[in-house]
Each structure stands twice: as C-alpha cells, then as structure tokens.
C-alpha cells in the first residue's frame, strides 16, 4: 500500500502523543457563544494557548441530509464542553490493485458519519481571553479524499513557530463515498462534491465566527497538504474565481494533488455510482437515492473502502468532480484563466512525490504506466510521455517521476501561473524527499523529522506561518531565521530550496526551476482534457 497507510500511521502515532499529553497545567477557557450553541474549551496555561475541540460547524450528515449539502446547525441547551477530540469522518484506503480496473483502451480512532467538527485554537492571555484581529490559517489534511482527521494535528504547533501571531482552525470534512459520490443521480437528488462543499461550510464558519476567538475574518489562510492542497486548488478556482464573500486571502499548498477530475456524468463516475449501488444493493431500487440514505453506514463503509481498494495501485477513485455549480470546469481550465480566488498563493512542493504511489516491485516503461495511469490516453500520447521522460534514469526512475510530476509537482506550477506576480514556490529536499516527508517539520507535537535541527526547522515552519500572518514569506516572524530573500516565483522561475548536505548543515537557498521539468508540465497541462485534470 502506497503512503496514505504510513501517513495514518503518523496520524496514528501523533493523535496517541497528543491524547497522552497531560494538561495538569490546564484551566477552564471562557465561554464562546456562537448563537447556536455555547462552547467551554481549555486554557494551556504552560504557554497561554486556548484549545477548543470538536466544535460542531454543521448538522450530522444522516438520514435525509446523507449525500445532500451542509446544514446548518441545531440549536443546543448549555454549555458544551470542547475539550476532546472529535471523532473521525468514515474513511478508507487507495487503490492496491496491479491493474487499473477503470482503465479502457480506444489507527486506532474512532469514524463516524456525524463528523462534522472543527477544533480552534489560539493565544491566550492568563485567563483564557483571546489576543484580538490575528491572522487565521484553516489547515485542510490530506488523505487522499479517503481518509484523515483533525486529531491528527495540534495547533499549538503552528502558534509557536508564528510567534503567538496566528489562530489556527483544522477542520474536518466527509470522506470517500461520502464525501465524493459521482454520477447524474447525486447531481439530481443530493449534491455533488459534499466534501468540498463542507470545507466551504467551515470557511463560512470562520468568516462568521472566528472573530470570537481573537482571529480576523479579513486575514484567513487556508493551506493543505496532499489532498488537502488538491482541496486548495478546489476552493482557489471554485465558483469561477468569484466566490462571495471573499473567504480567504492567502493560498498554501503544500504538496498539490490534483488526481483525474472527471466531469460528474462522465462514463468512469457513472461506473462508480453503479458500483456502489450493486454492492449495497440499491442496483434494482426503483428510487437509488432513497435506498443509499437508507442504507446502514456500515454498508456505506465496506462499499467504500472495497471499492477504492479496488482501484490501479497509488490511485484514488472517490475524489473531486466537475459539478457544474461550484466547480464548473476542470480546475486546469480555470488557472490558465485566471479565474481564481485568493490574493497570494505560497506553493511546496517535495521532490520525489511520485515514489510512494507507484508499486516499486513491478518493471513497467514510462510509455506503459502513463496508458494504466490516464484510461483516455492513446499511443500517440503515450510516445511523448516516453521521449519526455527518457534522459531522467532507469525505467522505475521514469515512472515514479510521471506519477509524482502529473499529479502532485505540475499542478503546483498550474497554479504559480494563475496567481502571476504574487506567488512564492519552494522545494523540500531533504532525503528521501518523498510525499508527506515535510509534515513533520511544522506538525510537530509527537513527531520527530528526520533532519532534527533547529535552524532548518524554523527557516521551513516560519515560512508558512510568515505568509499566514503578511502574505510574505519575506516579512520573517524571526529576522535571524536563515532563510535568504525569497524573490517571487516570477522572478526567473525562482524557488526557495529546503535542503542539507551530506554533513548534516543546512541548505536554505534560491534555485532557478528546471526548464526540463516546466516542458514536461506544460506537456502535461496540454492534455489536460485527457488526463481529466
């Protein structure tokens, strides 16, 4: 199995630290009333920071609600106390099959379908009350749009390497079949792209409420990793770049995932949407939608995750679609447009992303892989793949760099160029430099990155929280972090190096992009219709 298992082990193992962790240094915080019910969270008085957790930003996805758009809240009596984690949403695996099922030539926590929960946390004075008009980051995690919680992350984590400067909210949203149902009837009777459309929920959430909790409305961020960033790019190119009210001012993406995003009636999400009725079997039900409602989670949930364990190896199958409504075209449309949201955009990228989600025991050319990978390719497609990528190395070599450049690194430079003249692009190195490597250098809290110096870690966390707080990488919370000046990425293709020698010293420093790696992303972006992206 590709990453997405020993990512949840990470999650796993930072979830145990965290619940583990003693607040024998706690004290009660103030009550928050958010007009549909009053929170209490919890007062870390060893460094002053206020935790609220699971706060409830929508009503329980069930019954009626299954498959259709948030809702807003119910109202609720006293005081809830946030102060444990919220349970995950139902999630599972990606694809582990050798062979690409669609493809045609011519941890120990707790899931639930009620998931809709976020966590708020933010600097504090001695009694709990809020600093006042901070920036705010909204953290999406990543998982493939299968799996991955809130419990995953502590806030506290970005607060201290921001210099007490930021709130930070992590929301969670619905995953999988929940979350990403495909095909005419959703569109019809339900909606499409619930999970995204939860996030936009919570975002809306912020703009209303975070202001009781010290942060500035007019100051969001929002930044993600793997499908977390693919969720960026979502939210960045959503409503044709017009979404009102502005939601957000700054963009981080850290490791973009932009898998095949098909139109939601197209042939391969209609073949979902019947395989997901034949295996809860709704196939023969004169009304599909009323029967999944219907269903049992746990029915929902085998469904889900054989459906998605099913899919080609590394790949993930119940992901984003075009809509119509709030994605109305695909998304590699909307950046060469222009038509985004956002006023900055800071772009990460690791260097080997594709490794992790291609299976490493199976010889494949460069030419093969890209026909498994993308079913609406054709030889001729095909060839090109296999000239562009044939100085880079040994076969295997080949493929993992397709599979890390067509669906993580070359969307990051789709959007670099939707946000021209205000976009900042780096690259984390250090060895093995593969996907999700870079987490645990700003998610902290019971994680311990493979390169544990302290002034790397600062130059690399300080960067994201510098661009939360002044969409500016360069207006440092410490001046004396290490990074140099750091041009825009416009500015000669510039990109700002994360790495370290062999001896175990730094490297922070400006690097000129690849000319042969933006030809293979400009190839890539002109097939765009083909590889559904």
Not at 227 to 232: E, K, L
Not at 404 to 431: D, N, Q, V
Request: glycine content about 8%; overall charge negative.
């Amino acid at each position: 199995m590709p990453s997405l298992r020993s990512l949840s082990r990470f999650c796993a193992t930072v979830l145990a630290v965290f619940l583990e962790t003693p607040l024998a240094r706690a004290q009660t915080a103030p009550v928050v009333d958010l007009g549909y019910a009053q929170y209490q969270g919890t007062v870390n008085t060893a460094n002053n920071i206020t935790n609220f957790l699971g706060i409830r930003y929508a009503a329980a996805p069930l019954g009626d609600l299954r498959f259709r758009a948030p809702q807003p809240p119910a109202n609720v009596t006293g005081v809830q106390q946030a102060t444990i984690q919220p349970n995950a949403c139902l999630q599972s695996g990606d694809g582990s099959s050798p062979t690409n099922p669609l493809e045609t030539r011519g941890t120990q926590f707790v899931t639930t379908e009620d998931c809709l929960f976020l966590n708020v946390y933010y600097p504090s004075g001695g009694a709990g009350e809020p600093l006042q008009d901070l920036p705010t980051l909204v953290w999406i995690h990543g998982g493939g749009y299968l799996a991955g919680e809130a419990s995953a992350t502590n806030g506290e984590d970005i607060i201290n390497q921001s210099n007490r400067g930021v709130v930070v909210v992590i929301i969670q949203y619905r995953l999988g079949l929940f979350g990403f149902l495909p095909g005419t009837a959703v569109k019809r009777d339900g909606v499409l792209n619930a999970g995204l459309l939860d996030q936009d929920f919570a975002f809306r959430w912020v703009n209303q409420h975070i202001s009781k909790f010290g942060g500035d409305p007019s100051k969001v961020t929002i930044w993600g990793e793997s499908a977390g960033a693919g969720s960026v790019i979502q939210h960045v190119v959503a409503n044709n770049g017009k979404t009102k009210p502005q939601l957000f001012r700054g963009a981080i993406a850290s490791s973009t995932f932009l898998p095949q995003q098909y139109r939601f009636d197209d042939r391969i999400p209609e073949r979902l949407f019947s395989e997901v009725l034949v295996q809860t079997n709704c196939s023969k039900a004169r009304n599909s939608m009323a029967c999944l409602r219907a269903a049992d989670a746990s029915v929902l949930e085998t469904a889900n995750t054989n459906i998605n364990d099913s899919g080609f190896y590394g790949t993930f199958l119940l992901v984003p679609v075009v809509d119509g409504d709030f994605i109305t075209q695909r998304p590699t449309l909307s950046l060469r447009e222009g038509k985004v949201n956002g006023e900055a955009l800071l772009a990460v990228t690791n260097t080997f992303e594709g490794t992790d989600f291609v299976n490493q025991g199976v010889a494949v050319t460069a030419k093969q892989y890209s026909l498994n990978l993308f079913p609406r390719f054709s030889p001729v497609q095909a060839d090109t793949v296999a000239a562009l990528y044939a100085d880079l190395g040994n076969d295997l070599f080949q493929v993992d760099a397709l599979q890390g450049e067509s669906i993580f690194i070359c969307p990051a430079y789709y959007m670099l160029s939707a946000f021209h003249g205000r976009s900042f692009k780096g690259e984390f190195a250090i060895p093995p430099g593969l996907h999700s490597d870079d987490i645990p250098y700003y998610w902290t809290t019971g994680a311990t990155p493979g390169f544990n110096n302290t002034a790397f870690i600062d130059a690399f966390a300080q960067s994201f929280t510098s661009f939360i707080i002044n969409l500016d990488p360069n207006i440092k919370v410490d001046p004396t972090t290490i990074t140099p000046h750091w041009d825009m990425f416009d500015v000669n293709n510039t990109e700002m190096l994360f790495n370290k020698t062999a001896d175990g010293v730094p490297v922070v420093q400006p690097i000129t992009t690849s000319n042969a790696l933006l030809e293979r992303c400009r190839f890539w972006n002109s097939v765009g219709n083909l590889t559904a992206q």
